[in-house]
Every structure is written in C-alpha cells, then in structure tokens.
C-alpha cells in the first residue's frame, strides 16, 4: 500500500522544522501517559498549543496580509474537515472499546449517557470537571483548540474591519491575546473555588497566542529571519529558560509559580526554540517526521491503550514498547482511513459551497 504520509513529507509545501517539533511534542505525552514513564513528558501539550496557533493563525495571517477576505464559516468548516472526523470516530469506537475491556474492572473509564457525553460531543468538557473518564480526559486540550478556532478568526474580522489591515494593531491585539491568558491564571487563582489553571480555554489561550505571534513574525519578517546567523541562539536560550523554570517548578513548591508562572514561561520557551530553528532543513529527519504526520490521531487514540496494555502486558520496558507500537499502528489506520479520506473531499465540498477552491490548511 502507497502511504500518503511519504507524498506529503516530500512536498516542499511543508516546513519540516515544524513537522520535527510536533514530534517530539507528541512523544513525550504519549509516554508519560503509560504510568508516567516520562516525567514533564505532558508539557508536550504546551507545545501542542504553540504550534497549532502557528500552523492556524498563519492561514489567517496570510489573508490579512493579502488584504483578502476574512469568512468566518469558510474558515472553521475548513479546520472542521481536519479535526472533527477523526475526534467523532474516536469517540464512538473509543466508546465502545472502553465499554468491551472496561466494563468489569474500570466502569468509570466510560463515558455516561445525556449530560456526559454531551460535554465531548460540544468540546466543553474543560469546563465541567468531573467525571473524569481516563481514555478521555486528555480532550481537555482539543476542548481549547477548538474555542481558539472560533474566537481567532472573530478576532482578525474585527481588526480588519476597524483598522484595515495594519499589522501593527494585529500585533498589537495578539499580545494582548497573550497578556491575557497570563492574566487569567492570576484571576484563577485568587478569584475561583477550583483555582484551576490548567485545562480552562481562557488560561491556556497565551500559548496558541504564541503560535499566532510566530505567525506574525514569520510571514511579515521572513527575509530578516533569513539573514539573521544568530538566530539558532534563540532556540539555545529557550532550551535553557525551559529548563530553569522546570528546576525551579521542581524546587521552589511554590504554589503560584506553579500555577501561574510555570505554564506562562512554557509556551514562551517553545516559542523562542521555534522560531531559532523555523528555517533549518530537516527534511531529511524522515523517521521524525514521519511520526509527526500521525500525531494528531495518536494523540487522540494513545490513552485507550494504556489500562489495557499494562493489565496484560505489565507496567515495564516491554509494555511499554507493546502500548507504543499498537498505539502508533491504530494512529496510522485511523488517519488514513478516516483523516486522509475526509481530507481528499475537503477541497470540493469547499469549492461547492463557496464558488471557489478552497486554500490547503495544516
């Protein structure tokens, strides 16, 4: 069988710095799942979030540049392609996995009927607590993605509409994007019962701001980005700031650093390596890249497999690579049967509805 992942990769459309970090943005989660074999391993999220406001805000950026029109339902049924058929299969056949290996030793691993369901159905349910159900959990931060979908492109409609397309006002606004989820943590905790910080749209919304601001710099500056030699120094600093703030997470214990300043400085930190090594080739980091090409759908499918493998494999080094490996292989099946395929329509069902060929997306 001719895998479509080989043909992309070989297109010189894709910027394979980003492929290489999304990689090692799911790696770290995926391990640190299966009894947390790697610890920090879930701030791959964190980096997640960064590049998803880079790869989206860019397809936005590159409009408002262009001066072209903004269509609020162009743009999220685009993105809707992408994202929701995978999510939905996930869910039913997630579903019925979880109640066939579940049901005896792990009922609360299931997703209830009505209200519950409703919450993953509507990507709300990082905003409504428990029941927490394992395999499902991490939706959490698809629930984010998701708010951020819709309020991004609101955003460039209102700044186009008041201020043309200056992208000094853009610039402007997308800091303030930033300042804001940062200012959210602050409220959360002084101001809210829970004092949650973590899976809440509006305290997560300064990472994928940070993605934007990539956008921004990389399609307004690209030739200065080019020339600058020292730019791989920015990739240097924020490997180093990422690990002092995970030291001082680690020694301080202190409450607010923790819920605060800790995840407002992760997101800072991808950004800078980001944007140190936007324009380095690594096309030839097939292996790499290759697990990138899958990541979203191993993210969604990796958590059902973990209860399972570890009951019957054991919690070690062999359960380890077992739960990988059928993890990753579900990944590949469910991309191209379910993803590639929705993909392959997306273009015509788009030009049907609005007149025209729709643009490719991430």
């Known amino acids: 069988m001719k895998l479509k992942s080989l043909e992309v990769l070989r297109s010189g459309n894709r910027i394979s710095s980003v492929d290489v970090f999304r990689a090692f943005a799911i790696l770290p989660v995926v391990v640190f799942h299966f009894n947390k074999f790697l610890p ?12 998803s406001g880079l790869l989206v805000g860019s397809i936005l950026i590159r409009k408002f540049k262009r001066n072209e029109r903004i269509s609020f339902s162009q743009f999220i049924l685009q993105r809707g392609f992408k994202i929701w058929p995978s999510y939905y299969w996930f869910l039913l056949v997630g579903s019925f996995l979880a109640y066939l290996f579940y049901s005896q030793d792990k009922p609360e691993y299931i997703i209830g009927g009505g209200r519950d369901m409703l919450r993953y159905i509507f990507f709300y349910q990082n905003y409504t607590g428990l029941p927490f159900h394992w395999p499902f959990d991490h939706i959490w931060s698809l629930c984010v993605e998701e708010h951020f979908y819709i309020l991004l492109p609101i955003l460039f409609i209102i700044i186009k509409g008041l201020f043309s397309n200056n992208r000094n006002f853009l610039f402007l606004s997308v800091a303030g994007l930033i300042a804001a989820g940062i200012v959210f943590k602050i409220l959360s905790i002084y101001f809210t019962n829970s004092k949650d910080t ?4 509006h305290n997560r919304i300064d990472a994928l701001g940070w993605g934007v601001m990539l956008g921004i710099l990389v399609t307004y500056f690209e030739n200065y980005w080019k020339k600058v030699k020292w730019l791989f120094l920015l990739f240097i600093l924020g490997a180093i700031l990422f690990a002092a703030d995970v030291l001082i997470l680690i020694y301080s214990k202190n409450y607010f650093f923790e819920k605060v300043i800790f995840h407002s400085v992760v997101p800072f930190c991808f950004f800078l390596m980001l944007l140190g090594l936007y324009y380095r080739d690594f096309s030839r980091w097939k292996p790499i890249r290759f697990i990138a090409y899958y990541s979203y759908n191993w993210y969604l499918w990796h ?5 399972i493998i570890s009951k019957y494999v054991g919690i070690n080094v062999m359960g380890l690579v077992t739960y990988m490996i059928v993890s990753f292989l579900t990944a590949m099946l469910f991309t191209i049967l379910v993803e590639e395929r929705f993909l392959s329509i997306r ?4 030009g049907r509805i609005f007149k025209r060929r729709a643009p490719a997306a991430a």
Do not use: C, R
């Open 198 to 201: 973590y899976s809440a749209t």
């Open 347 to 350: 273009e015509t069902v788009m």
């Open 40 to 51: 920090y391993g879930e701030l791959g999220v964190d980096l997640f979030f960064v590049i």
């Open 303 to 307: 958590p059902i497999f973990v209860w």
